[in-house]
């Protein structure tokens, strides 16, 4: 069965440090990475999918099919940046369309 | 970027009692759409996957007549919580995904406490 394993459920930096966040999966199919955000009080939203290969909010993330990682990273973190960051594996075949979150990482940046 | 409306966004009610959720996509047809249920502090765990005009599929370990799911049009899925009890208290998400759509967007959540 699909995992999504983020190991760290708290992560504090300061602002202007860079931040990593790591997720981990376990998938026999072709894998589909992505990052969903929510901030405080705000519904969950697409930050980026490995896909696109984009640079949302000066996040990036690579996927590594040998370390079986999508970790996110960010080179200077911003205080806005704090929020609940979840890692989500996209299944394929006949699940096609279907997410496996992670459990989440809640990102603090202090000032 | 597309928007997923929920209501209600709280409901309080007794146990045994009935609870249904609406999950509306506004400015786009949702050919399918999932309902996830996350606990305090927890992930998002998908109940149900959606497409327009059949039945509901239900995750291992999802009662599906406990968590009915309906999705009679492209911009409408409803979930009701029959015999509602305590341990069904939740936080319940819906999300959308369009055709040819390459994410889902996700509704605000329905919070639901049974007393």
């Known amino acids: 069965a699909q995992r999504v394993t983020q190991p760290e459920k708290l992560l504090s930096v300061f602002k202007g440090a860079p931040v990593e966040l790591k997720c981990n999966y376990s998938y026999s199919g072709s894998p589909e990475l992505f990052w969903y955000v929510q901030y405080s009080r705000q519904r969950l939203q697409l930050l980026l999918r490995?896909?696109s290969r984009e640079s949302i909010k000066g996040f990036t993330a690579d996927l590594n099919k040998g370390e079986t990682s999508f970790h996110l990273k960010k080179p200077f973190a911003q205080e806005e940046d704090s929020a609940m960051y979840y890692c989500a594996l996209g299944l394929g075949g006949t699940s096609y369309g279907k997410l496996t979150f992670g459990q989440g990482t809640i990102l603090t940046v202090h000032p | 970027g597309a928007v997923v409306s929920q209501h209600p966004s709280w409901v309080i009610c007794k146990s045994g009692t009935s609870v249904k959720i609406e999950c509306r996509s506004l400015d786009f047809q949702a050919t399918t759409m999932f309902w996830y249920r996350q606990f305090p502090k927890q992930s998002l765990m998908l109940m149900a996957t959606s497409n327009e005009g059949s039945k509901a599929t239900y995750e291992q370990g999802v009662e599906k007549d406990k968590f009915l799911i309906n999705h009679a049009s492209l911009t409408l899925s409803t979930l009701t919580v029959t015999s509602a009890h305590p341990e069904d208290s939740s936080f319940y998400i819906c999300?959308?995904?369009?055709?040819?759509?390459?994410?889902?967007?996700f509704g605000p959540g329905t919070r639901l406490t049974v007393l």
């Open positions: 999300s959308g995904k369009g055709l040819g759509f390459h994410e889902q967007f």
């Open positions: 490995h896909i």
